[in-house]
Structure formats: structure tokens, C-alpha cells
């Protein structure tokens, strides 16, 4: 499923990426199936995709 998402405005020392792609982490795989009581779970922290913005304070 797509989800469109507002692009955020990064604040002092962060970025703004626009993800093009996520993978699942195999320490999130237990979660799915039920095993895992962490919560909120927020899957697909690794990810690839293009810095569109940048904050205050960020070089290079």
C-alpha cells in the first residue's frame, strides 16, 4: 500500500529524506508474528532514499 506523507521541514541539525525503499530488520521479524511485546513497533528503519532538505546547522 502507498501512503503519501506531507514532506516534512527539517528542524536545527536534521534532514528531511524522502525514502525510496525500507527493509525489515530481522530483530523486527519476531514482532509480526505475534512473539514480541514492544510496542509501538515501527518497522523498516533501514531505508534508502534522497536528502530533500536540510536545517539549520547542517554542512556537507
Known sequence: MDVEIPDAEPGPGEVAVRTHISGLCTSELPAWSGHDGTRPL??????????????AGVHG
Do not use: D, F, K, Y
Open 42 to 55: 515501527r518497522p523498516g528503519h533501514e531505508l534508502s532514499g534522497e536528502i530533500t532538505a536540510v536545517g
